[in-house]
T-cell receptor, first 113, second 114 residues
């Protein structure tokens, strides 16, 4: 299967700081990427997505960067808040694969007040 | 708009039994996917349905099956349960499958096999 992994399994940041969560993917044919947030006892919640024809996309307090050359994806969270504490997953997919996504192993984000 | 609804929320079954999980997608979403989540393997794709047809399948044994109804609601079945089937089973729906669109997940069914 595809290899979608994260560099840091746990990330601790101070409230108000910016957070960066990284993800590597292995299939150069993948053209659609999604970041999810999962809180305890809940299903993954969509944060932001990006297609391969873009290298940056911004949402509310979040930015996703895509570097196709090195097959790397990152999620930046500005002014991290305690409510951002959760596990974050990247997911890799493509139009060729319908809705079969490969998920990374997840990074736990701890926000210290 | 109501989100993805999965029932039941929790299930406890005995090895060898079978189980059926249910999923109601977001209104208007025609694609339903199922994923298994475990601490060891993470999120793994089971199968995807669109217009009552299975269009994609993951690497799971034949004990895992599913179906989709004309109203897009979906069920998955696991027969002859094994201890290793204990997991959180997540259903996700999406709107457009031709260009990929985000999966919207339910809160899952927590299955425990004893």
């Amino acid at each position: 299967g595809e290899n979608v992994g994260l560099h840091l399994p746990t990330l601790s940041v101070q409230e108000g700081d910016n957070s960066i969560i990284n993800c590597a993917y292995s299939n150069s044919a993948s053209d659609y990427f999604i970041w999810y947030k999962q809180e305890s006892g809940k299903g993954p919640q969509f944060i932001i997505d990006i297609r391969s024809n873009m290298d940056k996309r911004q949402g509310q307090r979040v930015t996703v960067l895509l570097n196709k050359t090195v097959k790397h994806l990152s999620l930046q969270i500005a002014a991290t808040q305690p409510g951002d504490s959760a596990v974050y997953f990247c997911a890799e997919g493509g139009a060729y694969n319908f809705n079969k996504f490969y998920f990374g192993s997840g990074t736990k984000l701890n926000v210290k007040p | 708009k109501a989100g993805v609804t999965q029932t039941p929320r929790y299930l406890i079954k005995t090895r060898g039994q079978q189980v059926t999980l249910s999923c109601s997608p977001i209104s208007g979403h025609r694609s339903v996917s199922w994923y298994q989540q475990t601490p060891g393997q993470g999120l793994q794709f089971l199968f995807e349905y669109f217009s009552e047809t299975q269009r994609n399948k993951g690497n799971f044994p034949g004990r895992f099956s599913g179906r989709q109804f004309s109203n897009s609601r979906s069920e998955m079945n696991v027969s002859t349960l094994e201890l290793g089937d204990s997991a959180l089973y997540l259903c996700a729906s999406s709107w457009d499958t031709t260009k990929n669109s985000p999966l919207h997940f339910g809160n899952g069914t927590r299955l425990t096999v004893t």
